[in-house]
């Protein structure tokens, strides 16, 4: 039976002119909980702002000029780092930034910032990115000691977003990053962080509950035990991981993957040259941003695709090519679904001489 390929039957730009425009990353859930609007970003004229951005009504909003933001240590190197990586809580339209060893709440409705009561230790640096588990409860990310050149060991912990209490931590010794909870909130995906290239295990699952933390899932390594397989990029997906098996893997057959935490087993659902994949809540439709480096096909710098796969029908779509730049998480495309998986929001950098850029809206039908 022959199916067709999704359409995109709305394509816009969203933004302030001549502005910086982004959304936090790509493991953040920016929409609100009845899909009215959109969270985002824009720095104009050297001023950070929080905004929303309404699609049926074609509707901008303002919620909060950052200008007193008071700098942190992240921010002495780079001014979006806190915004970056700061977490949604959908039920309660309140948005979790860092800001050095606190937390701070914003407020949607009430157009307002606090710091939080929690404590972390006096020389944590909150970072992360955060993730707000579905049922709006906690609030999970990442602690690193200030003044680290490598973060060769960090914290994740999970905060009580009510009550404003940290109510776990655990280290690792090794560079923890990218928590994100399930769809139940006792476990949570995370990663290990570094040089892909020498990283046997990427994704790892805590139960955070009962303290407990395992592999999901073993890369592959070749008859001479070298590893062959490098994973990265993950999120939960209904209740497996996708993940991206890199163009820099020395195998012929890199691109998503489909990982059952049970089995640790990993399927592969399409190949190509992809560095992002996010997934919608069922974990059926995926979308992905393709790279230039490694076994790629594609050679064209600071340039990517970004691609629709759905799994129930098996089609691949190729929704829009844009401008893009490494060196900076804001100029990252980290295209990213809806729940429902109808829409696609990603970065697109007006130019590669400008430091301009705008969110490109699509509907997906």
Not at 122 to 142: E, I, K, N, Q, W
């Amino acid at each position: 039976m022959e199916t067709s390929s999704p359409k995109v039957t709305d394509k816009r730009l969203i933004g302030y002119d001549g502005a910086v425009n982004f959304i936090p990353y790509y493991t953040t859930d920016v929409w609100s909980a009845d899909g009215s609007y959109f969270i985002f970003y824009s720095c104009r004229d050297g001023r950070i702002s929080l905004n929303r951005y309404y699609p049926d009504a074609d509707r901008y909003e303002t919620i909060l000029d950052m200008a007193a933001w008071t700098p942190t240590f992240a921010a002495k190197a780079d001014p979006y780092a806190a915004f970056v990586v700061s977490g949604h809580a959908r039920n309660s339209e309140t948005v979790l930034l860092p800001c050095d060893n606190r937390l701070c709440h914003v407020s949607i409705p009430g157009k307002s910032m606090r710091v939080s009561q929690a404590e972390f230790p006096g020389d944590a640096m909150l970072s992360g990115p955060f993730h707000v588990s579905d049922d709006g409860r906690y609030l999970t990310g990442v602690e690193y000691r200030r003044g680290e050149a490598a973060p060769e060991k960090t914290t994740i912990f999970v905060y009580d977003i009510a009550r404003e209490a940290v109510v776990f931590r655990k280290a690792f010794a090794f560079w923890a990053n990218h928590p994100q909870f399930f769809r139940d909130s006792g476990r949570i995906l995370f990663c290990h962080e570094g040089k892909t290239e020498g990283i046997p295990d990427r994704l790892h699952l805590l139960e955070w509950e009962k303290n407990v933390h395992y592999s999901i899932y073993p890369q592959r390594h070749n008859d001479r035990g070298e590893q062959s397989e490098c994973i990265g990029h993950e999120m939960p997906a209904g209740d497996k991981v996708i993940a991206v098996r890199y163009p820099v893997s020395k195998m012929p057959d890199c691109g998503i993957i489909l990982v059952d935490p049970q089995t640790k087993a990993g399927q592969l659902l399409d190949h190509d040259d992809y560095l992002h994949v996010a997934s919608d809540a069922a974990g059926s439709r995926f979308v992905m941003d393709t790279c230039w480096w490694g076994n790629t096909t594609r050679k064209a710098v600071n340039q990517s695709d970004v691609i629709l796969f759905d799994d129930r029908m098996k089609t691949k779509t190729l929704l829009a090519t844009v401008c893009c730049e490494m060196k900076n998480q804001i100029y990252h495309v980290h295209p990213r679904l809806n729940p429902a998986g109808d829409i696609v929001l990603c970065t697109a950098k007006e130019s590669e001489c400008s430091d301009r850029a705008k969110i490109l809206f699509m509907r997906v039908g």
